[in-house]
T-cell receptor, first 116, second 111 residues
């Protein structure tokens, strides 16, 4: 089954304790992206990756890191989490977004992070 | 000013009604327009995907894009209780590597 898998689905942690949210897709997609979803603000793009070893900032990258060492995986790293990063996070992937061949995104089911 | 504006609702309609959902945007560079449906505790799933202006129909769903007015719409005909969800509009520019979402409209279809 084609899917985007995020882990963990839920996490409660404390300020300053480094954490990683993993994202994996099995569709051989080139493009992957991370979003956070907050009430009244909608989905906002954190980072995206056009392909392996190619990453770029979205609208709200502060406090986050990403890496793309393999095509299927795109982990989101919070080096020193703070309470304002409490949110619902989504990973997404699509076949390609190069040269106008924009393809719609497939989303995971989300990771709810609470930073105390 | 936000890139994309969407009325959050909530919107409540009787079963069988025609539903109209709308978004406006400010960036004239947007060329790709999408509608996603999001059920509670799930990720958004793609409903409609259009390029530039015009209409696109898929079953009970019709997407309209008016680039001159920077306005997009999603129409749902013969609405069903299973259509109850949050609907998100999204758009991107020519390079397609950054996406901008509306805040979502919550829809309830009453049997």
């Amino acid at each position: 089954e084609a899917q985007v898998t995020q882990n963990p689905r839920y996490l409660i942690t404390v300020t300053g304790k480094k954490l990683t949210v993993t994202c994996s897709q099995n569709m051989n997609h080139e493009y992957m992206s991370w979003y956070r979803q907050d009430p009244g603000l909608g989905l906002r793009q954190i980072y995206y990756s056009m392909n392996v070893e190619v990453t770029d900032k979205g609208d709200v990258p502060e406090g986050y890191k990403v890496s793309r060492k393999e095509k299927r995986n795109f982990p989101l790293i919070l080096e020193s989490p703070s309470p304002n990063q409490t949110s619902l996070y989504f990973c997404a992937s699509s076949l390609s977004v190069r040269g106008g061949s924009n393809q719609p995104q497939h989303f995971g089911d989300g990771t709810r992070l609470s930073i105390l | 000013q936000k890139e994309v504006e969407q009325d959050p609702g909530p919107l409540s309609v009787p079963e069988g009604a025609i539903v109209s959902l709308n978004c406006t945007y400010s960036n004239s560079a947007f060329q790709y327009f999408m509608w996603y449906r999001q059920y509670s505790r799930k990720g958004p799933e793609l409903l409609m995907y259009t390029y530039s202006s015009g209409n696109k129909e898929d079953g009970r769903f019709t997407a309209q894009v008016d680039k001159s007015s920077k306005y997009i719409s999603l129409f749902i005909r013969d609405s069903q209780p299973s259509d109850s969800a949050t609907y998100l509009c999204a758009m991107s520019g020519r390079t397609g590597n950054q996406f901008y979402f509306g805040t979502g409209t919550s829809l309830t279809v009453i049997p």
